[in-house]
């Protein structure tokens, strides 16, 4: 694994596009890109990727993470807003941990935010975890940034919102309700969460997307250390992938699955 500094991230960030007041939703894979010289440990790790990003785009930008609670859907774990931890990886919860971040309400998708527009990206929100009113709806409006630190950069959850948008016949609404507490308070609220059927075998492949992105010149990206960090506007990102949707349903799977008449979807 090659190694890097500080003073790399900062260079290579703003090598590919990191500006002052840009909403940033991350996705990280930070191990992906070596060794980070000064970090003593994986608390330091986190710390430093969160400042750097945050002393360039300053308190005029925004950063978002991905902070979902999966255990509370498949293990039937109750959610505790303000404390459960998240399974998206320990920069997610880094982040939610922070004082001044703001975790918005699906017990399962839920998105935390810290910054300037942390308020209109995880407040208010919709019941439904891609839906209109959803944090990821809610960021689409705003224009935001994907900064993906050392994963490819097909990969992030506005697929799936593109998914939802097209309506693809390999995913459904899932009717969800989970022990909730906020505030030390029970909540009556069901939610509905979009998922795919688990029992038709999809396999994913993105090479397609990765072409057309390509070829439209939609990503920026740069080596650093052993891997790569890419940074694109959301919405081109988004508009690219629905129009592709809107032509072939099934554009983001290796082959169409087969659907039985009789039995969902197939009805």
């Given at each position: 694994?090659?190694?890097?500094s500080?003073?790399?991230?900062e260079?290579?960030?703003?090598?590919?596009?990191?500006?002052?007041?840009?909403?940033?939703?991350?996705?990280?894979e930070?191990?992906?890109?070596?060794?980070?010289?000064?970090?003593?440990?994986?608390?330091?790790?986190?710390?430093?990727?969160?400042?750097?990003?945050?002393?360039?785009?300053?308190?005029?930008?925004?950063?978002?993470?991905n902070?979902?609670?999966?255990?509370?859907?498949?293990?039937?774990?109750?959610?505790?807003?303000?404390?459960?931890?998240?399974?998206?990886?320990?920069?997610?919860?880094?982040?939610?941990?922070?004082?001044?971040?703001?975790?918005?309400?699906?017990?399962?998708?839920?998105?935390?935010?810290?910054?300037k527009?942390?308020?209109?990206?995880?407040?208010?929100?919709?019941?439904?975890?891609?839906?209109?009113?959803?944090?990821?709806?809610?960021?689409?409006?705003?224009?935001?940034?994907?900064?993906?630190?050392?994963?490819?950069?097909?990969?992030?959850?506005?697929?799936?919102?593109?998914?939802?948008?097209?309506?693809?016949?390999?995913?459904?609404?899932?009717f969800?309700?989970?022990?909730?507490?906020?505030?030390?308070?029970?909540?009556?609220?069901?939610?509905?969460?979009?998922?795919?059927?688990?029992?038709?075998?999809?396999?994913?492949?993105?090479?397609?997307?990765?072409k057309?992105?390509?070829?439209?010149?939609?990503?920026?990206?740069?080596?650093?250390?052993?891997?790569?960090?890419?940074?694109?506007?959301?919405?081109?990102?988004?508009?690219?992938?629905?129009?592709?949707?809107?032509?072939?349903?099934?554009?983001?799977?290796?082959?169409?699955?087969?659907?039985?008449?009789?039995?969902?979807?197939?009805?």
């Amino acid at each position: 694994m090659q190694k890097y500094s500080i003073n790399d991230l900062e260079i290579g960030l703003r090598k590919v596009g990191l500006k002052r007041g840009q909403i940033v939703y991350i996705n990280p894979e930070i191990y992906k890109l070596g060794v980070l010289k000064e970090a003593k440990n994986k608390k330091d790790y986190f710390k430093i990727f969160f400042d750097t990003i945050y002393k360039i785009i300053g308190k005029s930008g925004t950063i978002v993470v991905n902070s979902y609670t999966f255990q509370t859907l498949r293990y039937n774990k109750k959610f505790i807003h303000e404390s459960t931890s998240c399974t998206s990886g320990a920069f997610s919860e880094y982040v939610r941990k922070k004082n001044g971040s703001i975790r918005s309400l699906h017990p399962v998708f839920s998105v935390t935010a810290y910054g300037k527009f942390k308020n209109k990206i995880c407040k208010n929100n919709s019941l439904n975890n891609y839906g209109h009113g959803s944090p990821y709806s809610n960021f689409l409006k705003l224009k935001g940034m994907m900064l993906n630190l050392g994963i490819d950069y097909a990969a992030n959850p506005f697929r799936h919102v593109a998914e939802f948008e097209a309506g693809v016949p390999y995913c459904y609404n899932k009717f969800t309700k989970v022990r909730y507490f906020k505030n030390r308070k029970k909540i009556q609220k069901t939610f509905s969460t979009f998922v795919t059927y688990s029992d038709l075998g999809l396999k994913n492949d993105y090479s397609k997307l990765n072409k057309k992105l390509s070829l439209k010149k939609i990503i920026r990206s740069i080596k650093l250390g052993s891997g790569n960090i890419h940074l694109y506007s959301v919405l081109k990102y988004y508009n690219l992938l629905i129009n592709e949707l809107k032509k072939d349903q099934f554009f983001l799977l290796k082959k169409p699955p087969r659907f039985k008449k009789g039995k969902l979807p197939f009805a």
